[in-house]
């Protein structure tokens, strides 16, 4: 076997990576996968039973308004043209997500304009008369406390198992706030489902006879030749895996957070009516729940099947499967103590990259982005002979 370069992962970050290297340097590119599967977390395969495209890590929505990845990823795959609607379940009633000036106005009863409702929700936001310090303080000087109460306290305490007055206030600017109805969820330039699925996109990108891909390995386990004790210092490494389990944990580990998925099949043609509906409730255990037809409107489904996932959300165990950083202040400083061990590796020529080496949320595109730059960056300079 020859390996001018191992690729530890083969999500979209690590994929990335070997697919640059083989073609743009000639390189014979070993990639080793723990799972059964490429594709990483964003992975997803036709349910045996149904034929229907089910995402095995939860909903996955490409969008990104970055020209570069969009026709990088475009040379793989072509995109439907799905578009991303979210609704919310709250006390047996069905609104429109994000809060737009239609769930306002059927939380409230009401039919108001832009205006009109602007100064009501400025009205319920004025308890908050300092910076809001944490996740509660800043949804409710955005949307004022009835909605927060509604749509957000619930969810967000199933999502992070913590008080949102312990969150940071970032994360709820990730959800926009509109007065008009508009309930796009994303904003970006371009948006789609891959058309054969992500398991094909991926599938697609690794196939190049210089691409050896090894399932079903932990590059951290045993001393095989594809090991990190037989590899580092010899080969180069691009590693996508958890930043803190290569290095044993020595600084202590990073905490995430972890989902369990409940799949089944119904006897139906159409369970919600839509790919995803929020349980902002807290009485109601899951916190929403996906049903994958919804996203290749243009296949045939058929009409007396459906597959949903119900999706529940935890702190992740050593053993679990981590997809949320939290990112605590003792995660943060961890992270600097891994980022530092991290560096020291980089003369050994070890790169460490994606959502798990990163510790970082990052969404897909934004995970391509970053493997195009690490490619550029630290994989194109070991090359250079
Ligand atoms: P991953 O996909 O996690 O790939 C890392 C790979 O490395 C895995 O396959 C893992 O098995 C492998 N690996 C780890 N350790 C080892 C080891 N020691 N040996 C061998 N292999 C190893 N993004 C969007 O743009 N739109 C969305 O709608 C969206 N929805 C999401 C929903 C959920 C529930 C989650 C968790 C994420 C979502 N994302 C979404 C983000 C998306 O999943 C990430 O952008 C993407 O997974 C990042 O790719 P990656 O290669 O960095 O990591
Ligand atoms: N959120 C909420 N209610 C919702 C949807 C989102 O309270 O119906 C909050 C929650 O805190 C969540 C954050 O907004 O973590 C970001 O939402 P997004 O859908 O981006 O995140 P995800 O569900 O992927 O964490």
């Not at 619930?154 to 312990?166: C, L, N, R, S, V």
């Amino acid at each position: 076997m020859r390996a001018d370069l191992v690729v530890v992962g083969s999500g979209l970050f690590g994929a990335t990576v070997a697919q640059r290297a083989a073609e743009e340097l000639g390189a014979h590119v070993v990639v080793v996968e723990r799972r059964d599967h490429v594709g990483g977390n964003a992975y997803s395969s036709p349910d045996p039973d149904t034929g229907i495209e089910a995402h095995r890590y939860g909903s996955h929505i490409f969008h990104t308004s970055n020209e570069q990845v969009w026709s990088y990823a475009n040379r793989f795959t072509a995109f439907n043209d799905y578009r991303h609607h979210v609704y919310a379940c709250h006390a047996e009633e069905i609104f429109p997500l994000p809060i737009n000036l239609g769930t306002i106005n059927q939380f409230f009863r009401t039919a108001l304009g832009p205006e009109a409702a602007r100064a009501l929700i400025a009205e319920h936001a004025a308890e908050i008369t300092a910076e809001p310090a944490n996740l509660e303080e800043k949804a409710i000087s955005l949307i004022g406390r009835p909605l927060y109460e509604a749509f957000i306290r619930g969810y967000t305490a199933k999502q992070w198992q913590t008080d949102p007055t312990q969150l940071d206030a970032a994360i709820i600017t990730r959800l926009p706030v509109r007065l008009n109805y508009n309930n796009r969820y994303f904003s970006d330039r371009h948006e789609g489902i891959p058309t054969g699925g992500y398991g094909a996109w991926v599938e697609r990108m690794l196939d190049h006879p210089r691409i050896e891909l090894r399932l079903g390995e932990d590059f951290l386990a045993g001393d095989g030749p594809i090991s990190r004790d037989a590899c580092v210092g010899q080969v180069p490494v691009v590693y996508t895996g958890a930043v803190d389990r290569f290095f044993g944990h020595r600084c202590g580990a990073l905490t995430w957070r972890t989902l369990d998925f409940d799949t089944r099949i119904l006897p139906t043609g159409d369970h919600q009516g839509t790919a995803v509906i929020n349980y902002p409730d807290a009485d109601v255990p899951y916190t929403r729940i996906h049903e994958f037809r919804h996203y290749q409107p243009e296949r045939p489904h058929p009409d007396d099947a459906t597959v949903i996932m119900r999706e529940y959300s935890r702190m992740a165990g050593p053993d679990d499967d981590p997809y949320y950083p939290v990112g605590t202040p003792a995660d943060r400083a961890r992270l600097a103590r891994y980022q530092r061990l991290a560096a020291e590796l980089e003369a050994q020529q070890v790169a460490f990259g994606g959502r798990l080496g990163s510790y970082r949320y990052l969404d897909m595109d934004r995970a391509i982005a970053a493997a195009l730059d690490c490619f550029e960056k630290a994989v194109r300079p070991w090359f250079r002979h």
